[in-house]
């Protein structure tokens, strides 16, 4: 069962107050010396080859400020489990529900080290359809052309049941392409009314989905279809951030006050042969204050982000630490 805690702070907190997510996960097991590039469950493999390594990931991040981790479930799902790790769908189940054990484990660690009192959130990541085929889509959406509403919602589902089972306090419905998909998200939200979420589109240009749709219509769709009072908040995740100042400011002119999210990767090209290249551009720290002028309340970072770019964000709301 989801806790309440997070959405009883989540309606009563400060007009002003935002959420500091955390940062890149697999690109820290990277740096740990894991080889993920071209392994098809990512990040998710981690959870069967070696927990340990995410919770020292999710650790650093406490440490560094975030208020919210997301789970290592990304591109975690049944099918791939089974296809990729020969296990069965019951011990698959188990796997799911392990990255929300291991989020809750961090978290424990993190609390014990340094007594501090302070509330953290596990937020379940629920990635796209896409990246589950591990072969860059949801970066593109393309496979919206062709899969059904009923077939996302279908294929979905389980993961969201395994998540929730856990014990999450939210779900993360991220790096999604394509307003289709969203709509799948929303419509499936209905089936667990005690679930709340946010829904965050991942996007390759300043005004667009990556699969090419206004970001703002595509947002407003999506608000319009979810469920009363269970999505928290809708934005852009996986983008480059010099392009979230446009796309949350576009989202800002439809959602009437609706709280936003926004994590931006660190502004690096993802090819799915070579893996990311280029060079990082201006920090996300750099872009809090129009992010806030647009009406973000979730603030954080996604791939090739680092602990460090989230001490940035803390510091910019905490300039006495």
């Known amino acids: 069962m989801i806790k309440g805690i997070f959405i009883d702070m989540w309606q009563n907190c400060p007009k002003d107050k935002v959420y500091i997510l955390d940062g890149g996960l697999a690109s820290e097991l990277e740096q740990d010396g894991f080889s993920l590039l071209h392994d098809p469950l990512w990040s998710a493999r981690m959870l069967h080859e070696n927990p340990d390594a995410i919770v020292r990931v999710h650790d650093r991040y406490l440490t560094n400020g975030a208020e919210i981790i997301i789970t290592a479930s990304y591109q975690a799902s049944i099918p791939g489990f089974q296809k ?5 769908c019951e011990e698959s189940k188990i796997l799911l529900k392990s990255s929300v054990e291991l989020a809750r484990k961090a978290i424990q660690q993190h609390s014990d080290k340094t007594k501090d009192s302070k509330e953290i959130f596990i937020a379940g990541s ?4 896409g990246a589950a085929l591990a072969d860059g889509s949801e970066y593109t959406g393309d496979y919206c052309n062709e899969i059904t509403h009923e077939d996302l919602i279908k294929w979905h589902h389980p993961r969201i049941e395994c998540l929730i089972d856990a014990g999450v306090d939210l779900l993360a419905f991220e790096t999604i392409p394509s307003v289709k998909e969203g709509e799948a998200l929303m419509k499936l939200l209905k089936d667990f009314p005690n ?3 946010w829904l965050s589109f991942s996007c390759q240009s300043m005004h667009q989905t990556s699969h090419k749709e206004n970001i703002a219509t595509s947002a407003l769709t999506c608000l319009k279809m979810a469920p009363p009072g269970q999505l928290l908040a809708i934005g852009v995740n996986c983008c480059p951030p010099e392009f979230s100042k446009s796309l949350l400011k576009d ?4 959602s009437d006050g609706f709280p936003l999210i926004v994590y931006p990767n660190s502004g690096e090209k993802w090819d799915n ?3 990311w290249s280029g060079d990082k551009v201006k920090p996300n720290s750099y872009y809090i204050e129009s992010w ?3 009406g973000a309340k979730i603030i954080g970072g996604c791939c090739r982000t680092t602990p460090n770019d989230i001490f940035d964000i803390y510091k910019y709301f905490n300039p006495e630490k």
Request: glycine content about 14%.
């Open 84 to 88: 990729h790790l020969g296990v069965s």
């Open 126 to 129: 629920v990635g796209s359809y």
């Open 195 to 197: 679930a709340k979420a």
């Open 251 to 254: 989202i800002s002119t439809i």
């Open 273 to 275: 042969r070579e893996g």
């Open 292 to 294: 806030m002028k647009s």
